[in-house]
């Protein structure tokens, strides 16, 4: 479903006083390769600044290859719809409650969502949104606004708002880096609901970023280790669509091995 090639993603580059020698951009992916077949879930993870928010956005469309190629089934990312981004701050709109939210991503974004939405009434949007909601878990806060929301319903509501839309292509930028140990827990469990496919659609594809070791190795199918734009590795995970995973030591024993190759171990 994914297929990138030697890309290469730069940042235009300030001008300011003192800074006009060199390069004019930012070089944020170098070069990078990877192949994700539809319907798996890919974790990314590696240190700050390696270029894992730039994958994402460049799988989505948002920011362009300056060299090399990147295909989302087949075509460049921006001409197509299907995809979800979910961004760390979350994105919902603060005057709009949570159900309103929802109801937003049953109405806009990509084709297929519109398609579906022609499909469908107002009313069936709100019963739709309103169950999307009661699935994540944020059935009681449908009528509060983000502010009154804790994080980590935010975060669910965020979820959910992108599922409205239908998509087959949905990706995570660090979708848990603010939630306390127990919503972080209870947030992974919905999310690999969806991973591995019991609660959603069979064909929707999932790229997560994150820089929690334990959340990649729960949560994706395969693990990618980036480092300074490029993926060192991708480890395919056997231990994958487990939710009890956290009470066996192969677990452990995956991270250790994903944590030696993020420290520079062959
Ligand atoms: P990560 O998500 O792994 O922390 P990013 O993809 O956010 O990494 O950033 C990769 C590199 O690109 C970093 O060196 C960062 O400073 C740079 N970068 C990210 N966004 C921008 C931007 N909008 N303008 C210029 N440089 C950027």
Redesign the pocket.
């Known amino acids: 479903m994914i297929e990138a090639r030697g890309l290469t993603v730069d ?1 235009p580059r300030g001008r300011r006083a003192g800074r006009s020698a060199g390069p004019a951009f ?1 070089r ?1 992916l170098d070069g990078l390769d990877l192949s994700l077949p539809r319907g798996s879930s890919l974790a990314v993870v ?1 240190p ?7 994958l994402l956005y460049a799988i989505a469309g948002l920011v362009p290859a300056a060299g090399g190629s990147l295909h989302v089934d087949d075509r460049p990312p921006a001409e197509r719809s299907g995809t979800a981004l979910v961004f760390q701050d979350y994105g919902l709109f603060p005057w709009k409650t949570a159900l309103q939210n929802v109801e937003l991503g049953c109405r806009g974004g990509s084709r297929a969502g519109k398609e579906a939405q022609d499909r469908r009434s107002r009313g069936a949007d709100r019963d739709r949104a309103l169950s999307l909601l009661e699935h994540f878990g944020v059935g009681h806060g449908a009528d509060k606004y983000p502010a009154e929301l804790s994080g980590g319903e935010r975060q669910r509501t965020a979820i959910a708002r992108a599922l409205a839309a239908e998509p087959d292509l949905l990706l995570l930028d660090e979708p848990s880096s603010s939630l306390d140990a127990l919503s972080k827990e209870s947030f992974q469990r919905a999310v690999l609901g969806l991973c591995s496919h019991s609660d959603s659609p069979k064909n929707l594809t999932v790229v997560l ?1 994150t820089h929690d070791i334990e959340e990649a190795v729960f949560l994706g199918s395969s693990v990618a280790v980036m480092e300074r734009g490029r993926i060192r590795a991708v480890l395919d995970n056997p231990l994958f669509g487990d939710p009890s995973l956290r009470e066996r030591l192969e677990y452990y024993e995956f991270c250790l091995g994903v944590r030696r190759l993020l420290e520079g171990e062959p």
């Open positions: 940042y930012d944020a590696g700050s600044g390696c270029g894992k928010s730039t970023v």
